[in-house]
């Protein structure tokens, strides 16, 4: 934890709400570009873990409480494989994007959308769980 | 219209069950979750079997991309079995796992446990309907490090280091495995197995084919433990919790002979590894020297739970030994023994894990004349160990009886004579633990002993059970094994 | 030696395979071990990305003017694998971690030497 460094402190919440924007923006991106859950996961948790270096483990698990990221870990698996389901229950196969769609082109953009919501929620809340056990580790 | 998604949903089921159960953070809660998703699981598999003895082989294509770009699942009276067994042993052991696990770990870890095991049928049941050699890769690895989370959590720090070690070995084997289905791809453009079949015989000679079979060859051979490439599995095996060593003894390494039964037969085509190239010569060396010097050190360990490992390490080498003989008796036998020794290993580790539960550890000495505080408990393992042994009645006999055939058939009369006779092998190790138990007098500290709770006992006597019966009644396993075989080989 | 350069990828991935194996098995630091088996497990992935570039080749999209692509399926395949060497590493890693506690060392034989006493 970093106390007297007022620099850092400063343009860390500067940083932290454009670091954010850009995940949000990496993540929609990827439907055109480069980018995707994987890398806007990735970005979201660095905000986090960048606010958890700067000003301390116990500020971090006060914007992200340890429970709701264990909790969003498996709801990110959850909504992935629920679309598959959903595909399932709209009479297609498992993981079948076609019928979530009376445009079967459409019906792939939004399939893949969610399942990238899922990448997104799983992936930077694992980041954060991964950082919160080594750090946490030893107390 | 559920019947048609029934492959899908053998592996979705658990998938999806994982995260809630992750999500329901009470021991309890998670073990009610997972017993019953777990029990849904053989009934899937059995109407899997079912659909495939009637109709053939079942294709489900996933997001209903057609093959070979899109995943498969392809389902045959062989990976159908398969389905059976690990399905069948996973639920077997839920209803054993309570109790077991409230004794050997906290209540806050029991949840994980739950979640692990979960996903660990995910990666073992998707191993085995998948067609996408790929596929067949991240399955693999989802089962594999969920089980070394289920290693990792037994009682003493030694189960870390297992996990270690079986995560470093694993790892090798599963890359080992992707590099060899890379060279294919390179050499064929094509990850679907059933396609992988059409297309390799046109560039069959051609060397990055052989390097590709010798890293599949090497990397599933670590994955099921053949000799020598076994020394991972004892520790792996002694130290896990003792439900989580029923559950992976009776199926993970079951699932890796399957994907090379896969890649032998279906891919390469029996006439190719096993006879064009040098492999059966070296591969039935090793079977025997699995069967005997595994035998042997088995006898020589102290450590109940380590030796009922390296006995496994032996029965592996049988059903290796009926891949090498490539030939229906032998590959039916393989097949036949593949789902026998789960059920036995999977019955006398749950015995082996019930007297545990009682005495901490289970070593040879700890065990002196225990048979009269758990007499249940131990006439359970004696029948066990008879179908180790393989005395007819039991399930032992009939995997052996179409070993022995098979090597008569060959005319291979030495090694029908090996077989028989190193049953004796099986015979001294499992007495020595008969001998201990029923002859030894009890020293004073076992007072206290007495049998397990009865949701364990019945779990461990259900699979005893299966043990005789299906030793009584082959129609069922070496009918359904035989037609896997032929399966494989292609003949009708 | 015109063989050699051709194959320069190749010899990449050949070499850091064998780098990568060597550390698994000949160093007995548990933290080493791991970074052998990323070296190894990152040769795979030069493995399959490699065959799939095309001299001259572009993304696949259809497009006027390009007949020639380079197969985008290799890629998605490692991006998976590379979850998985991710994954496999941060298991790795914990264990370590719960190992330096148990044991009080990070080396394999003095491990070892300690099993013993528990």
Same mark, same amino acid.
């Given at each position: 934890m970093m106390h007297r460094e007022t620099i850092p402190r400063v343009v860390t919440k500067l940083l932290f709400p454009f670091i954010l924007l850009f995940a949000l923006y990496v993540q929609f991106h990827g439907e055109l570009g480069a980018g995707g859950g994987f890398q806007a996961g990735v970005i979201a948790a660095a905000a986090v873990i960048l606010y958890g270096i700067i000003f301390g483990l116990s500020a971090a698990h006060r914007i992200a409480p340890p429970w709701l990221v264990e909790m969003l870990v498996p709801l990110g698996v959850l909504i992935y494989a629920g679309v598959g389901v959903v595909g399932l229950l709209l009479g297609g196969n498992y993981l079948d994007y076609f019928v979530l769609d009376p445009d079967p082109v459409h019906g792939q953009e939004r399939g893949i959308f969610w399942v990238e919501i899922g990448v997104l929620v799983t992936v930077s809340s694992t980041m954060i769980a991964i950082y919160y056990a080594f750090a946490g580790r030893g107390r | 219209m559920i019947a048609t998604h029934l492959p899908a949903l053998q592996v979705v089921i658990p998938l999806l069950a994982a995260p809630i159960c992750a999500m329901l953070r009470r021991g309890s809660h998670a073990w009610a979750w997972a017993t019953v998703v777990s029990w849904t699981m053989p009934v899937i598999a059995v109407a899997i079997l079912l659909q495939v003895l009637e109709g053939g082989t079942i294709s489900y294509w996933i997001g209903s991309w057609e093959p070979p770009w899109g995943i498969e699942y392809r389902i045959d009276t062989a990976n159908a079995f398969v389905l059976v067994l690990v399905s069948a042993i996973g639920a077997v052991v839920m209803p054993y796992a309570r109790a077991s696990l409230e004794r050997e770990m906290p209540a806050d870890r029991q949840v994980w446990y739950y979640t692990m095991y979960l996903l660990c049928l995910t990666g073992l049941l998707g191993m085995a309907a998948t067609g996408d050699a790929f596929n067949v890769f991240v399955f693999m690895e989802i089962a594999s490090l969920s089980s070394y989370v289920l290693i990792a959590l037994g009682r003493d720090r030694r189960a870390l280091v297992a996990a270690y070690q079986y995560l470093i070995v694993g790892t090798i084997g599963a890359t080992f495995y992707v590099i060899g289905v890379g060279f294919l791809y390179v050499m064929t453009g094509t990850l679907n197995i059933a396609d992988l079949a059409e297309r390799l015989p046109l560039v069959e000679n051609q060397r990055p084919v052989f390097v590709g079979l010798a890293f599949l060859t090497v990397g599933l051979s670590l994955k099921l433990a053949l000799f020598p490439l076994h020394f991972w599995l004892p520790g792996a095996y002694a130290h896990a919790p003792s439900v989580a060593t029923a559950f992976l003894a009776a199926s993970a390494t079951k699932v890796a002979i399957y994907l090379m039964l896969r890649f032998f037969f279906t891919v390469f085509g029996a006439s190719y590894p096993l006879a064009d190239l040098a492999i059966p010569a070296l591969w039935i060396a090793l079977s025997l020297a699995a069967i005997v010097l595994a035998s042997i050190t088995a006898i020589y360990e102290n450590d109940v739970k380590r030796m009922l490992a390296f006995s496994s390490v032996a029965q592996i080498g049988y059903i290796t030994l009926g891949i090498g003989l490539n030939s229906e008796a032998g590959l039916t036998g393989s097949i036949v023994h593949l789902f026998n020794h789960g059920l036995m290993k999977g019955a006398l580790f749950l015995l082996v894990g019930g007297i545990a539960y009682s005495t901490g550890a289970v070593t040879v000495d700890r065990i002196a004349g225990l048979a009269r505080r758990m007499p249940l408990t131990f006439a359970g393992l004696v029948i066990g160990g008879m179908s180790m042994v393989g005395v007819p009645g039991t399930v032992g006999f009939v995997s052996k009886w179409y070993l022995v055939l098979a090597a008569v058939e060959r005319g291979w009369w030495w090694l029908a004579v090996l077989i028989v006779a190193s049953s004796v092998l099986a015979l001294v190790y499992m007495g020595r633990l008969v001998e201990a138990a029923y002859f030894r007098p009890a020293p %004073? #500290? #076992? %007072?206290g002993d007495q049998e397990m709770p009865l949701s364990m006992l019945v779990p461990a006597w259900v699979l005893v059970g299966a043990c005789v019966y299906f030793g009584l009644d082959t129609g069922l396993t070496a009918e359904v094994a035989a037609q896997a075989a032929r399966g494989l080989l292609g003949t009708p | 030696m015109a063989g050699a350069v051709a194959h320069f990828g190749n010899w990449v991935t050949v070499i850091l395979m064998v780098i990568g194996l060597y550390v698994v098995l000949a160093r007995g630091n548990l933290i080493k071990k791991l970074i052998g088996l990323s070296i190894f497990q990152t040769s795979v992935y030069l493995l399959y990305v490699g065959p799939g570039k095309i001299l001259g080749g572009t993304p696949p999209i259809i497009a006027e003017g390009f007949t020639v692509y380079a197969n985008p399926l290799p890629h998605v395949l490692i991006l998976t694998a590379i979850v998985v060497g991710v994954a496999t590493l941060a298991l790795g890693l914990a264990l370590v971690v719960r190992i330096h506690e148990a044991?009080?060392?990070?080396e394999e034989d003095e491990v070892l030497g300690r099993e013993g006493d528990s």
């Open positions: - | %004073a #500290s #076992s %007072a | 044991y009080g060392t990070i």
